[in-house]
């Protein structure tokens, strides 16, 4: 998606509540199908708002994501199979477009109670 067009988006659903990428689901279907790589990102906007949180079976923390919106579905893609993979804001009212492997996933893709 080009930026006018991102920004024509933004600007037409300005107001509503925003999609913000569900870590805690992302970590259990980690730990489920155990990939080789994982990466999330924002459906129709990958080129800029995804990035590899996963990979050689541990959590990758420093890469690019951006994983809110008010439009675009926040999504998972595991080995090449993508989901949809987010919460509403108000649901994790600590979680934004710059969270980053909360606690609660890292002890979820250990295998770790919380």
Sequence with gaps: MDTLAAFIMGEVNR???L?????????ELILERKPK?????L???WEWTGGTIYKNGSPVTDSYTYL???WAIP???????TVPCYKMQSEVPNW???TKWPQSALNIVKGENE
Excluded: T, Y
């Design 15 to 17: 107001g509503k509540e």
């Design 19 to 27: 999609m913000v990428f569900d870590w805690n689901k992302a970590a």
């Design 37 to 41: 790589e994982a990466s999330a990102g």
């Design 43 to 45: 459906r129709g906007d």
């Design 68 to 70: 809110s919106s008010s």
């Design 75 to 81: 999504e998972l893609d595991l080995d090449g199979n």
């Design 96 to 98: 934004d477009s710059h």
